[in-house]
């Protein structure tokens, strides 16, 4: 039995599968009084017909996204997989909120940074960071786009509303995690424990023109 966790974003989910085979799969909103992560995985594994001690593999999203939920979703991957000695992956977060999408994966994936920028994914490239009003001339003519909070496209580009894909177009994303989980598990290699480490990209920018400012 695998677990994977992604608690990078607003929406959050983990699975337990055997193999290529899902056991079961919990998706929530997070929220302030949501209970303890933890607990969900012990609910999960045993709904899955385990238990903790039958986890043999760990992956998690490492970003990016949301400090705390990273730090909560890693901490607790870490922990698991050094506690029972087995191994541990990482997957990049942006990937499976574009995989999300039905039918094809989205080519690209944007979620909120603040401070009017977004992390921003676009197939065969590396995540970056960038501030919205840079949007208009890095998404191309047909992309097309998965945006985390949904709808807010129309905010960061308005002219590119019509390339996010709507809600009734996206699937949970425990499906889509369960997709990278399989692939992780087959193809990659686990990390050593203290190379487990988020993916933030790099400073807002933001921060870097306050920085530099005379």
Do not use: C
């Amino acid at each position: 039995m695998r677990l994977a966790i992604d608690t990078s974003g607003a929406d959050q989910a983990m699975v337990v599968l055997d193999g290529r085979r899902l056991l079961a799969a919990d998706d929530w909103v997070r929220r302030r009084d949501d209970p303890p992560v933890l607990a969900r995985i012990v609910a999960l594994v045993n709904r899955g017909g385990g238990g903790p001690d039958d986890v043999d593999g760990v992956a998690a999203a490492r970003g990016p996204g949301s400090f705390t939920g990273l730090r909560v979703g890693l901490s607790l991957a870490a922990g698991l997989a050094y506690a029972r000695h087995v191994p541990l992956y990482l997957i990049d977060s942006l990937p499976i909120l574009a995989r999300r999408a039905i039918g094809e994966p989205a080519t690209v994936a944007l979620r909120d940074a603040g401070r009017a920028e977004v992390y921003a994914w676009r197939e065969g490239e590396p995540v970056r960071r960038m501030p919205t009003d840079e949007l208009a001339a890095w998404l191309p003519s047909s992309a097309r786009v998965m945006a985390e909070p949904a709808g807010m496209l129309a905010t960061w580009s308005s002219g590119h509303a019509h390339l996010e894909i709507p809600l009734a177009g996206r699937r949970p994303l425990s499906a889509a995690l369960l997709d990278f989980a399989i692939w992780t598990f087959e193809s990659q290699k686990p990390l050593r424990y203290d190379e487990v480490q988020a993916l933030y990209v790099q400073p807002a920018a933001a921060e870097e023109r306050r920085r530099k400012a005379p």
